[in-house]
């Protein structure tokens, strides 16, 4: 009887994506941490990231985007209104919509968010790695870069 001995490279490729996954959401905790974004809520934050990348929006588009109610969207945006990272306009195209986009002080505060981040990231990778190490890590990023590319 011939039994097929298992792939070692299946199961180190298994081993790797649950590790990276594992170390991409602790990252992302520790650069939310670390550089927090003053009071604002992860809806806001969400909200803030979507028109960021995509440009204007109604309330009913962030919400299916998110996956949420709209009402609750409602609610979100006009927090966001208060601060006055959002505003408002007529939708050309159908007057009865309102079409959301973001604010100069929020695009300053997303470049300063992202500014932020990337200090703590560049003060972190000069404290924690020699320089073998810093090439090693430079070389990771690309490939990183691969698998995130469509």
């Known amino acids: 009887m011939n039994t097929a001995r298992p792939d070692p490279r299946v199961a180190q490729a298994q081993a790797t994506a649950r590790e990276l996954r594992g170390l991409i959401g602790k990252l992302k905790r520790q650069l939310r941490e670390k550089v927090g974004v003053e009071g604002l809520t992860l809806s806001q934050i969400a909200v803030l990231i979507h028109l960021d990348r995509h440009g204007s929006a109604t309330v009913s588009e962030l919400a299916r985007a998110e996956n949420v109610r709209p009402q609750s ?10 601060l006055a990272l959002v505003e408002g306009t007529p939708d050309p195209g159908d007057g009865r919509r309102t079409l959301l986009s973001l604010t100069s002080l929020a695009h300053e505060k997303i470049r300063s968010i992202r500014a932020a981040r990337e ?24 490939l990183l870069k691969r698998l995130a590319s469509d």
């Open 73 to 82: 969207m409602g609610a979100t945006v006009a927090g966001m209104q208060a």
């Open 119 to 142: 200090d703590w990231l560049f003060h972190a990778i000069r404290e924690r790695f020699n320089a073998g190490e810093q090439d090693a890590l430079a070389r990771g990023v690309e």
